[in-house]
């Protein structure tokens, strides 16, 4: 239980363009979902909460207008990569915690972007 | 806010032998702390977790001691091997919101 799926695992874009990353709880529903960066070998950036239903809350330095996070349903989140550019390139991933109120929150696979 | 430090930032081991993690945290408020293995290329998975109203907490190798005094944790793995290798992060968070994670630790168990 609790595995939570992310696509695309791995995206190459060329600069200017978006990319759409799909975050999906596949066996339970999650009120809310979480995004963070990864930079090669540091630890995970919180970038933005995302309730479902309601607008996402930003961490402070990131763009809410760049990464704009769509949470449609309790099973699925979303975050667009607007005009993206090379120092955008990152490793992205995903969390949910379970509506049923544990605390615990489940990580993603990650999507590896890179931005040329 | 919450600060985590975690100690050390490498840890190479002996296969079989122990591998001792710690983490602090300044929030005395925090009350859940979990810990993730993460594989290269790959998200978190968490191994374990404990709560504030509990000192320790074992799984199979793997236990989480608290110190709420002290405010520190502490991940023990025993009997460790191969797959164990990969970096681990401690976390504190207050009722599950924002989770504030440590740096993580890159363990190398040698065959």
């Known amino acids: 239980g609790a595995v939570v799926s992310q696509h695309p695992s791995r995206v190459i874009c060329k600069s200017g363009t978006s990319v759409k990353i799909e975050c999906r709880s596949l066996d339970f529903q999650a009120t809310t979902m979480f995004w963070y960066r990864q930079f090669p070998k540091q630890s995970l950036m919180l970038m933005a909460t995302?309730?479902?239903?309601?607008?996402?809350?930003?961490e402070q330095g990131v763009e809410k207008d760049k990464f704009l996070i769509n949470h449609a349903s309790l099973t699925l989140s979303t975050l667009t990569v607007t005009s993206a550019h090379p120092e955008d390139s990152s490793f992205y991933i995903c969390?949910?915690?379970?509506?049923?109120?544990?605390?615990?929150?489940?990580f993603g696979p990650g999507t590896r972007l890179l931005v040329l | 806010g919450e600060n985590v430090e975690q100690h050390p930032s490498t840890l190479s081991v002996q296969e079989g032998d122990s591998a001792v993690i710690k983490c602090t945290y300044s929030?005395?408020?925090?009350?859940?702390f979990p810990w993730y293995k993460q594989e290269l290329g790959k998200g978190p998975q968490l191994i374990i977790d404990?709560?504030?109203?509990?000192g320790e907490k074992k799984d199979q190798r793997i236990a989480v001691t608290l110190n709420k005094t002290a405010k520190h944790f502490s991940l023990h793995i025993t009997e460790t091997q191969p797959e164990d290798s990969a970096v681990y992060f401690c976390a504190a968070s207050l009722r599950g919101n924002q989770f504030y994670f440590g740096t993580g630790t890159s363990l190398t168990v040698i065959p």
């Open positions: 404990i709560r504030s109203n509990v």
């Open positions: 929030d005395s408020a925090s009350n859940y």
């Open positions: 995302s309730n479902e239903g309601s607008k996402a809350t930003y």
């Open positions: 969390s949910a915690r379970n509506r049923l109120g544990k605390e615990t929150q489940y």
